[in-house]
């Protein structure tokens, strides 16, 4: 049975990351060649706390600062909200950092939040990647994760798309349940089996100590 799968990814791998069920051995999009040869480094100036910062994306393009500030400060004390904008145009990318000063706090705001209604839009809400999973490789490089399906580059291995679970493991665990299936009901027609003789033996012993008594008493009689 396929106890260690899992769908979403605890390494970034670009290839496995671009396969809607992990298996994936060869890109199949220019980003994912782009993504695999890139030698990506974070800012270190610009790094922040992972566990006080909270990825949130899908955001609807009218969504500012103050909005998310709004909705994020209840679970706690904001640091600071970074609404990520077009260098050239100034508009929105629909994503942002939300930093917080408490650790529980940023844990419980992402669990509230998560899959909520902003503005009509459902949003997604994670903790940032960029320092807690392995290889990480943005978007900007062909990495990320999500992506829309008029781009032709979806990501998976996320809670936006998480993987499917491959065929050869869903056979196996449909043949490790059948299996074990059959082992309950072979041990369930064992104990019936055995009930039923055990009570054939209690009911032939009652008989016969019935005939026992019966031929004692006649002769007591005589």
Known sequence: MSNTWSPYALKYDPVKIGSIDGTDTYPHD?????????NFQPNVSKLKNPKLTLFVSKLDGSVTEKDLEKVFSRYGDVKRVSLVRDIVTGFSKRYCFVEFKDVRECERARRKTHKTILKNKEILVDFECQQTLPGWVPRRLGGGFGG????????????DRPWKKPIALQYADQEFQRKQD???NNHESLSKREERESESWRHERHHHREDHNERSSKRQKR
Request: aromatic content about 4%.
């Open 30 to 38: 220019h980003g994912i060649v782009r993504a695999s040869s890139a």
């Open 148 to 159: 829309r399906k008029e781009s032709g580059q979806l990501r998976f291995g996320c809670l």
């Open 182 to 184: 059959s082992h309950r």
